[in-house]
Nanobody, 124 residues
Framework: QVQLVESGGGLVQAGGSLRLSCVAS????????IGWFRQTPGNERELSAA????????YSVDSVKGRFTISRDNAKNTVYLQMNDLKPEDTAVYYC?????????????????WGQGTQVTVSS
């Protein structure tokens, strides 16, 4: 069992930066791949970035590539999402999720555990 708690969201102007944190409980955190998803009203959760259990492999979708960076510190049971050059279209609720699977990690259905989400609002 893994419990995830996100923090770091808020209101920022376009071009600004935020760093989201996802803190996990559970001794097996380092064995899970972690994804950051975002969701806007009326839409499904979409992956923004993901990191493998070791941190050696990361993946970002095209819309955030070059602006968002995902990283993890297994000693602190924490995954980060550094978001730079934020745009109004990045406004969403951001969720971190943990997966014990080796496939399907670009889809929300591929994840076993979810946090409660943190709101990010980017003003123009």
């Amino acid at each position: 069992q893994v419990q995830l708690v996100e923090s770091g969201g808020g209101l920022v102007q376009a071009g600004g930066s935020l760093r989201l944190s996802c803190v996990a409980s559970g001794r097996t955190f380092s064995s899970y791949h972690i994804g950051w998803f975002r969701q806007t009203p009326g839409n499904e959760r979409e992956l923004s970035a993901a990191v493998s259990w070791s941190g050696a492999t990361t993946y970002s979708v095209d819309s955030v590539k070059g602006r968002f960076t995902i990283s993890r510190d297994n000693a602190k049971n924490t995954v980060y999402l550094q978001m730079n050059d934020l745009k109004p279209e990045d406004t969403a609720v951001y969720y971190c999720a943990a997966s014990s699977r080796a496939y399907g990690l670009t889809y929300s259905s591929g994840y076993n555990y979810w946090g409660q989400g943190t709101q990010v609002t980017v003003s123009s």
